[in-house]
């Protein structure tokens, strides 16, 4: 069974442009999530979808940060505009029930330059 | 502020050695606790979780819960090179009305053979 996918893997930009980040949870997972670890942070909880439902998006930094998840599969998280402080590594994650393990996928490393 | 703190590190231990991982909470109303592994560059990787007091083994892998005193830990026995790696515990509670996971920063391992 595949795990938790990313696209892409990295990405580079520059201040004020426009970035999208994919997630594919695990095939059957309700329940996605996503974090950001910034450098010498820990990992930070941004926002969880139940199916295709926002649950919870109290971690979201600010309005620039937008994330989505049509037909409750895939789910895109937008940074418009990208600043400085945005980068680090974004990852996804997935479960099955919303208080059961989370698993998760290999990260975006967004530099914004 | 609901916080996860662990050691740092580097924890260095020789191989076949036991490596004893420590992690305290702050949130009393958290409900299961993980332990990520996470190796440089990579995602985290889910190895233990346990949801009550006590011990629960998985092959080299003991997780240990004590929620009087806010702790939890991970042994690993006959420890291996391939073990060196970045350590996370993680938290769950309810937040918001979701399960967030809080994340500590981690402890590095490192095994020498």
């Known amino acids: 069974e595949a795990g938790v996918t990313q696209f892409p893997s990295h990405s580079v930009i520059e201040k004020g442009q426009t970035v999208t980040l994919r997630c594919d949870p695990i095939?059957?997972?309700?329940?996605l999530y996503w974090y950001r670890r910034v450098m010498g942070k820990e990992i930070k909880f941004l926002l969880h979808?139940?199916?295709?439902?926002?649950?919870?998006e109290s971690g979201m930094p600010n309005n620039r940060f937008l994330a989505e998840r049509t037909g409750g599969t895939y789910s895109t998280l937008k940074v418009q505009p990208a600043e400085l402080e945005d980068s680090g590594v974004y990852f996804c994650?997935?479960?099955?029930?919303?208080?059961?393990?989370?698993?998760f996928g290999p990260g975006t490393r967004l530099t914004v330059t | 502020q609901k916080e996860v703190e662990q050691n740092s590190g580097p924890l260095s231990v020789p191989e076949g050695a036991i490596a004893s991982l420590n992690c305290t909470y702050s949130?009393?109303?958290?409900?299961?606790f993980f332990w990520y592994r996470q190796y440089s560059g990579k995602s985290p990787e889910l190895i233990m979780f346990?949801?009550?007091?006590g011990d629960k083994e998985d092959g080299r892998f003991t997780a240990q819960l004590n929620k009087a005193s806010q702790y939890v830990s991970l042994l690993i026995r006959d420890s291996q090179p391939s073990d060196s790696a970045t350590y996370l515990c993680?938290?769950?509670?309810?937040?918001?009305?979701?399960?967030?996971?809080?994340f500590g920063k981690g402890t590095k391992l490192s095994v020498i053979p």
């Open positions: 346990i949801y009550s007091n």
């Open positions: 979808f139940v199916k295709e439902s926002k649950q919870d």
């Open positions: 993680a938290v769950n509670a309810l937040l918001a009305g979701s399960y967030q996971l809080t």
């Open positions: 095939s059957g997972h309700d329940n």
């Open positions: 994650a997935s479960s099955q029930d919303t208080s059961s393990e989370q698993y």
């Open positions: 949130d009393r109303g958290s409900q299961s």
